[in-house]
Every structure is written in structure tokens, then in C-alpha cells.
């Protein structure tokens, strides 16, 4: 890796942030994919999936399995008044192809409990949700119980409007059964950690809908003023407030996002 962050980087952090507060840019987070994470226990780390950005592979699908149930209630919280097990929060966002964070898609979850079980009489540990705007999700649950054959997983169905469905299975890094499982993916697996008791993990999907970049004008070399709605590519100059910047990463300008609040995007000089 070069020592900049991916476009992607860039893109998740703001819009955790919110472009109110592109400072933020500086140490962004990394993403669920760009995390080195061990999901066996010898050997190097595995292959993760790769950085979203124009080309790249959108997230596997995986089988289905046999406890897939329609019309789970719409929540994006699994728990239930004393619900055992250790409380997990997983957060992420949805992109595109061309990694611009895709609204209104569907994401539906299913699970087993912490005893390994599933509700096929009901729908707890059942739920789906949609993103907002800018593509996020977060969903409130346990960590799963394990059960014969599988290592540690959560089931998952992904789908933009208008587009075919995603069906895909989420993993936990460093569980013993994952070299073990057949069907155990390392490009599927969060990033996880412990919180005071529970656990955070995260994940972002990529989906294999087409999208524009937005290209726009390439500023001349000699740079021009700095404007909103503008596709920046790397090594693009331009000045703002009197002083000259060099663009980073290849980004189209947003309110916000000006050079001198925005070190990730632009280097002063």
C-alpha cells in the first residue's frame, strides 16, 4: 500500500463523520476489508476482500442454508427483554462499483441464538432494515451460538432497488472452527472488537451496481480555484483562499470538503 488512504477510506470517514466535519479525514478509520484480520489460527493472515473502487469485485455471495425465513419484522435491533449472550453491534456501509454509498437498500438478517439454535417458529434474531442516504446500517444483536458443522456466523440477504439480491454470510475473525468450515470465506469476515463486555464489529458491502464516478474537468496544471461538483483526480492542483493544493485521492468536491479542512484530500504546496 502507498501511504495514502483509499478512496474509500476517505468516503466511509466522511460520511461517519458528516461532511460538517471533514477534519475527521485525518486518521481515518479503516474499512471491515482493509483491516489485517486472522480468521485461522497458522499461517498468514488471509486474502481480504478488496478495497471498493471502479473494477473491483463486489462482495461474495454465499449459499442461503436452510433456516431463511420471509418477512422478518423490520428493526434494526434483534434483542428481546433478557435476551442472553454477549451483545454485538455491527455497523458498516452499502456501496456501489464506483464506491458511492447506495440508499435505500435492504439488508436482511437471520441468526442463530447463543445456544446455536434457530427461531423457525417465529423470528427472533430475524429482522431487515433499509440504509439511509448515505448508505449506512447498524444492527443491534449477539454474538451467534455455535451448532455442529459451521463455525461462528451471521446470514444475510443485500439488495439495492431494482437490482437482484445478494445472499451472503458475515464471519468473526479468529474462531478456531473457521478452518475447519467448507464454507468459511475469508473475504467475509468482520472487524471485531471488545467493548467494555460486548462486542463492536464492521463490514462494508460492495454491490454490483453500476455507477458514474462523475467525472468532471481535470484542472490544468497550473491549477484553478477550488469549486464544488468538481471530479478531482490525484496530483490535480488548485487554489483556495490565495494558497495552492494538490489533490490526493480522486473525489468530486462536496461543501465541506475544502482543502485546508480536508488533509486526507489535499496536501498544501
Excluded at 181 to 202: I, K, N, S
Aim: hydrophobic share 35%; glycine share 14%; charged share 15%.
Amino acid at each position: 500500500m502507498d501511504g495514502h488512504p483509499s478512496r474509500k477510506t476517505v468516503l466511509r470517514a466522511a460520511l461517519a463523520a458528516g461532511v460538517t466535519t471533514p477534519a475527521a479525514l485525518m486518521g481515518v478509520p479503516a474499512l471491515a476489508r482493509t483491516v489485517t484480520a486472522s480468521g485461522t489460527t497458522n499461517g498468514p493472515a488471509p486474502e481480504l476482500t478488496p478495497t471498493c473502487d471502479d473494477g473491483d469485485d463486489p462482495t461474495p455471495p454465499q449459499m442461503e442454508g436452510p433456516y431463511f425465513k420471509p418477512n422478518s419484522p423490520r428493526r434494526t435491533s434483534l434483542l428481546e427483554p433478557g435476551t442472553p449472550g454477549v451483545r454485538l453491534t455491527v455497523t458498516g456501509y452499502v456501496f456501489g462499483l464506483a464506491c458511492r454509498p447506495l440508499g435505500g437498500v435492504l439488508l436482511d438478517f437471520w441468526q442463530a441464538d447463543v445456544n446455536g439454535a434457530y427461531d423457525n417458529a417465529g423470528f427472533r434474531f430475524r429482522g431487515h432494515q433499509f440504509t439511509g442516504e448515505g448508505g449506512a446500517f447498524t444492527l443491534t444483536t449477539i454474538v451467534p451460538g455455535l451448532y455442529p458443522g459451521r463455525t461462528r456466523h451471521l446470514h444475510v440477504k443485500v439488495q439495492a432497488p431494482g437490482r437482484p439480491v445478494l445472499t451472503t454470510q458475515l464471519y468473526f475473525p479468529g474462531e478456531p472452527r473457521n478452518n475447519t468450515d467448507a464454507l468459511f470465506d475469508p473475504r467475509l469476515l468482520m472487524t471485531v472488537r471488545d467493548a467494555g463486555g460486548a462486542r463492536e464489529a464492521a463490514f462494508d458491502f460492495v454491490l454490483d451496481v453500476p455507477q458514474t464516478p462523475g467525472p468532471g474537468p481535470t484542472p490544468p496544471p497550473g491549477g484553478t480555484t477550488w469549486t464544488v461538483g468538481t471530479a478531482y483526480r490525484p496530483g490535480d492542483r488548485v487554489t483556495y483562499g490565495g494558497a495552492a493544493y494538490a489533490c490526493l485521492q480522486g473525489h468530486t468536491a462536496q461543501p465541506g470538503w475544502e482543502p485546508p479542512r480536508a488533509p486526507a484530500l489535499w496536501r498544501a504546496g
